[in-house]
């Protein structure tokens, strides 16, 4: 399947309608790029789900900040892709701040060990370690 680049030319009077706030122009500019703003963010991070959220992020981004968009329509590409990485930048922080551990994986390992052995640090123990005998009921 063959990919068409959109002409520049024909998405001028949407870009300048879309400036003004019309949002059917924006959804043209959204069906002439969606495709090349996902395949950068796919390729960025790797993954299918953040990349169609980082997407949804770039156009929302690029709606909120296309009043200050100045310049002209061959310019329009490059600004919506440094829109588009930002947004995936901003998914990659994301992930660093919340990493995903498996819940499944956290309980075995924490069933292998006392409550006593739970604890960050001995320093709540004094230093020394307490081992206290599990009782089977």
């Known amino acids: 399947m ?3 680049q959109p002409d520049p030319a ?5 870009l300048r309608a879309a400036q003004r706030g ?4 924006f ?5 002439a790029y969606q495709r090349q703003v996902y395949n950068i ?4 991070l790797g993954n299918a789900d953040d990349a169609a959220d980082a997407t949804q992020d770039a156009f929302l981004g690029a709606f909120r900040g296309l009043k200050t ?3 002209p329509i061959t310019g329009f590409r490059a600004w919506l892709v440094r829109v588009a990485v930002n947004a995936c930048y901003d998914q990659l922080r994301r992930r660093q701040r919340r990493p995903a551990d498996s819940l499944d994986a956290l309980a075995d390992s924490a069933d ?4 006593a052995e739970r604890l960050a640090d ?3 123990l004094g230093g020394r370690a307490v081992r206290r005998p599990r009782l089977e009921l």
């Open 41 to 44: 963010c796919y390729r960025t």
């Open 10 to 14: 024909s998405l001028e009077p949407a």
């Open 22 to 25: 019309e949002v059917a122009a």
């Open 2 to 4: 063959a990919f068409v």
């Open 69 to 71: 968009f100045r310049g």
């Open 27 to 31: 959804n043209t500019l959204v069906h």
């Open 112 to 115: 292998e060990l006392a409550p």
């Open 122 to 124: 001995g320093a709540a």
